[in-house]
């Protein structure tokens, strides 16, 4: 059975669901409906006792390319920026939360490009698997941001600090085999086998001990994510200041026009 929604699209499969982000022709991108569209798939599956799993993939040739910049001032701040803290905070956290504390497995389905936000996403999930063609790209400094949706979080605990700090400061793609080696993400898989391996993966666990695996996640939620909430209530303040500065107007003016950006360092 499936659910269209405008953006995104709940497919369901016995007790499993996979949540297909829907906006290919941006590679999608993160743009207002999105969002929404997003959140009310993850409360929905999030409620169901039906859905004993979950699955989070990407429609066309990318999982998620972050933001959509030309969607970025649908709310504006009274000095005319956008409003990334209301943006992070009433639309992307829960989602970014929901799929964090659901008591049920969650798996990232990386099919292509995991950028920004949408790396963001991929790793708040308990399980990623990506194509071996798949990069991840915490891309935020390129357009003079800080990182968001968990990210400054979940990168961190998975591969350290070094590793976190080379990939926030300079920007640079990770390609997923790269990334399995470095602990980012779970398994990198020859394209040719990544649907078989993310189904038999959904399958093993959609045929699991349900209740087991909800305690694992409270367990490990409370050991390494106990501060989740308040380090996303700082990556919005950070990142709305970011947001005021004259370096992300060139960022996000040069990404526009491709070409490279010329930061001032204000």
């Known amino acids: ?78 000095q005319g920026r956008p409003d990334v803290y209301k943006t992070l905070t009433e639309r992307y956290h829960p989602i970014i939360t929901g799929l964090r504390t659901m008591p049920k497995p969650v798996v990232a389905a990386v099919n292509g490009p995991a950028v920004g936000i949408g790396l963001s996403l991929a790793l708040c999930a308990d399980l990623v698997v990506a194509k071996e063609s798949a990069y991840f790209l915490l891309a935020f400094v390129n357009i003079g941001l800080a990182p968001d949706g968990g990210s400054s979080l979940f990168v961190p605990e998975r591969v350290g600090f070094t590793r976190a700090i080379e990939m926030a400061m300079l920007g640079e793609r990770i390609g997923a085999q790269q990334a399995a080696a470095w602990g980012l993400i779970n398994r990198a898989v020859p394209d040719a086998d990544f649907d078989a391996e993310v189904e038999a993966l959904v399958d093993r666990l959609a045929d699991g001990a349900t209740a087991a695996y909800a305690g694992v996640k409270r367990q490990l939620n409370a050991w390494l994510y106990a501060r989740m909430d308040g380090q996303l209530e700082l990556e919005a303040q950070v990142q709305q200041e970011m947001a005021h500065s004259d370096d992300f107007v060139e960022g996000v003016t040069a990404f526009l026009q491709k070409r490279p950006a010329r930061f001032a360092g204000r």
Do not use: H, Y
């Open 1 to 78: 059975m499936t659910t269209q929604l405008e953006t995104v699209r709940i497919e369901r499969r016995g007790a499993a669901a996979t949540i297909v982000l829907s906006r290919p022709e941006t590679m999608n991108a993160w743009n207002k409906q999105f969002g929404i569209d997003l959140r009310a798939a993850v409360d929905e599956l999030g409620a169901d006792d039906g859905v004993r799993v979950v699955c989070v993939t990407g429609a066309g040739r990318g999982f998620s390319s972050g933001a959509d910049l030309r969607d970025i001032s649908d709310e504006q701040t009274p």
